[in-house]
C-alpha cells in the first residue's frame, strides 16, 4: 500500500469533531513509530509545521526536540509568538537559536534576488546542522509535509523545512500530516488549541522578508519594512480584510524620494502595498481596498515608520507580476 497517497475513502476534515478523531488516530501512530525515541523538527513558525510540533508535543512530549532558526528576517512578533506558544505554554523543548547577525552580515551588499535565496536557504542548512550535531540521541526527523507537496513533487518531498541533513545522520521521517490538505491542517491546528493567528498565518516565503527588502538588503530598511508591514497587517484584521484577502504584504525597494516633514525636505524610501486573491497561486487578482482604508495605512505608515515618506500600491495582477516582487 502506498503510504504516499490519500485513502479515496478518506473524509474531509472540515470539523472539530473529524480533527479530533484525526488527531488521536496520528499520536497513536507517532507513539507506535517512535516509542521511547528522540524526534527532531525545524519549527518555522508556519501553519505546517506549527501544526506537526503541536501534534507530536501531545503524542511524546519532551521527546520532540523544535529548533527554532531567526534568520533575522520574520515579520515582527513572529520568533517571539513561536517562542511564547510552544516554549512557553505548550512547556516543548525548544531551542531558540537569534542569527540574525549571521545573516545579515552575509546578505550585506547582495543585490541580486536568487543570490539571496541562496545565501539564506544555505546558511539556514548550516545552522540547523550545527544545532542537530549537538543533540545525541535522535532517530527521527518530523517535517511539516502536507498532502499538495507530495503531489507537486511525486512523493518526494525536497528540503521543505530542513535542508542537508548532515550524511552520517541517518533518520527515519516522521510526518503526520502528510495526508492533510491545507484546509484540514488548519482545522486540525484549531482543534490542539493553537493560537488562530498562527493557524491561520498567511504563505510567507522561506527567505521571508528577504525577498520583500529589495535588492541590497540594510538594517534599517529592513527595520522599516517590517514595522509598515505589521501596520498593515494590524489594520486589514481591525478592518475585516485579513481573513478575505489571501495574501498581503509590504515591499521596500532600494529607492529613494524626496518629501517633507516637520517643514523639512526629508528623503525616504517608498513601502509598496500588495494585496492579491488567488485559489492556486498561478494567477492572482488585485483586491480593491476602500481609499479611506488606504488613506488611513499611508497616514500610519507614513508618520510612524521612521525613514518611509510614500506609500503606493501594486495594481498588477498575476500573470504580469508574480505575487512576491523578487
Known amino acids: 500500500m502506498d503510504t504516499n497517497k490519500r485513502p479515496e475513502t478518506m473524509e474531509r476534515i472540515t470539523t472539530l469533531e473529524l480533527a479530533n478523531a484525526f488527531i488521536d488516530e496520528q499520536v497513536a501512530a507517532v507513539r507506535a513509530q517512535v516509542g521511547d525515541k528522540k524526534v527532531l523538527l525545524a519549527l518555522s513558525g508556519g501553519v505546517d509545521s506549527s501544526v506537526v510540533a503541536a501534534l507530536l508535543i501531545k503524542a511524546i512530549g519532551k521527546q520532540l526536540v523544535c529548533v527554532h532558526v531567526n534568520h533575522g528576517l520574520m515579520r515582527k512578533g513572529e520568533s517571539e509568538q513561536v517562542i511564547e506558544v510552544f516554549g512557553k505554554e505548550l512547556d516543548a523543548n525548544l531551542i531558540y537559536v537569534d542569527a540574525t547577525d549571521r545573516f545579515l552580515d552575509l546578505l550585506a551588499g547582495v543585490c541580486e534576488p536568487e543570490k539571496k535565496r541562496k545565501i539564506i536557504g544555505g546558511e539556514f542548512i548550516k545552522v540547523f546542522d550545527e544545532e542537530s550535531s549537538k543533540l545525541s540521541g535522535i532517530s527521527f526527523l518530523a517535517q511539516g509535509t502536507i498532502y499538495p507537496d507530495i503531489l507537486e513533487s511525486d512523493g518526494v518531498k525536497a528540503h521543505h523545512n530542513v535542508g542537508g541533513l548532515p550524511e552520517d545522520m541517518e533518520m527515519e521521517l516522521v510526518e503526520p500530516v502528510k495526508l492533510l490538505y491545507k484546509d484540514e491542517v488548519r482545522v486540525v491546528g484549531e482543534a490542539l488549541g493553537l493560537p488562530h493567528a498562527m493557524v491561520y498565518r498567511q504563505p510567507f516565503p522561506g527567505p521571508g522578508l528577504g525577498v520583500r527588502c529589495l535588492g541590497a538588503i540594510t538594517r534599517d530598511r529592513l527595520h522599516a519594512l517590517r514595522e509598515a508591514d505589521a501596520i498593515l497587517r494590524e489594520e486589514f484584521d481591525k478592518n475585516g480584510l485579513a481573513g478575505k484577502v489571501w495574501q498581503y504584504f509590504i515591499a521596500v525597494p532600494d529607492v529613494k524620494s524626496v518629501g517633507v516633514r516637520d517643514g523639512k525636505r526629508y528623503e525616504g524610501w517608498p513601502a509598496i502595498i500588495r494585496a492579491v486573491n488567488t485559489t492556486d497561486a498561478m494567477s492572482a ?37 508574480t505575487i512576491e516582487w523578487e
Not at 289 to 317: F, M, Q
Open 285 to 321: 487578482t488585485i483586491e480593491e481596498i476602500p481609499y479611506a482604508l488606504l488613506h488611513k495605512i499611508t497616514d500610519r505608515i507614513t508618520h510612524e515608520v521612521e525613514g518611509i515618506n510614500r506609500v503606493l500600491y501594486d495594481l498588477t495582477p498575476k500573470p504580469i507580476g
